[in-house]
């Protein structure tokens, strides 16, 4: 398999469940990214990893946790998640942190939060 | 005023139209420009890449920077319904992270 390949493709949680998002990317890359897509916003960056060393965490709330074991894969845990949060969340990835030459992303996980 | 601007759209042509899109944005660090498209239910591809000001022509896309004038755009030639995406621009200075436009739904009509 090749590219960005995140799981599940849908989520419906409630608000006091615990779920994990997965992102694994088959390309090589250093530098992984979350982002959140909401209906009538630009793509809002979460977190950015390199080389398995978070840096940076854009003001995002403690409810989600973001885990990168390896350069290749790539995790985010939710819990405790409020309606507000139900979006399209994309993981993408790039040669360097640079990404000076665009992010290949994944389809996304559709979440739901009820 | 937001970093980069662009209209939601929607956006809706007849076949075989020559469809513009465009963003603006206000910051003069950027340096490398992006088009990327984006089908119902995928994640964004990355279709057009531009550095600096200047053209790019790749079939029917052409993308063009006007760093003067701090205004991008995305031109399609002999629109085909395969077209039918959402259009997000992108754009980054050299060590700043990539910031987005809220995407512009298309839609050719056949």
Redesign the interface.
């Known amino acids: 398999e090749t590219g ?1 390949t ?1 799981t599940p493709r849908h989520l419906v949680m409630g608000m006091t469940n615990k779920k994990s998002l997965k992102c694994e990317q088959h390309l090589g890359h250093n530098a992984m990214y979350w982002y959140k897509q909401s209906a ?4 809002e ?1 979460m977190f ?1 990893y390199n080389f398995k060393e978070q840096t ?1 965490n854009n003001s995002v709330p403690s409810r989600f946790s973001p885990e990168c074991p390896n350069s290749s894969h790539l995790f985010l845990h939710l819990h405790t998640l409020q309606p507000e949060d139900s979006a399209l969340y ?1 993981c ?1 990835s790039s040669q360097d942190a ?11 996980t ?1 979440l739901t939060v009820v | 005023q937001k970093e ?1 601007e662009q209209d ?1 759209g929607p956006l809706s042509v007849p076949e075989g139209a020559i469809v513009s899109l465009n963003c603006t944005y206000s910051n003069s660090a950027f340096q ?1 420009f ?1 088009w ?1 498209r984006q089908y119902s ?6 279709l057009m ?1 531009t550095y600096s000001s200047g053209n790019k022509e790749d079939g029917r896309f052409t993308a063009q920077v006007d760093k003067s004038s701090k205004y991008i755009s995305l031109f399609i030639r002999d629109s085909q319904p395969s077209d039918s995406a959402t259009y ?1 621009c ?1 754009m ?1 200075g ?2 700043e ?7 512009m739904k298309l839609t050719v009509n056949p």
Do not use: D
């Open positions: 960005v995140q009538k916003k630009p793509l960056l950015v940076e994309l993408a640079k990404g000076l030459y665009g992010y290949t992303f994944g389809s996304g559709r | 980069v939601p490398y992006m990327y239910r995928k994640g964004p591809e990355l890449y997000l992108a980054k050299g060590s992270k990539l910031v987005f436009g809220k995407g």
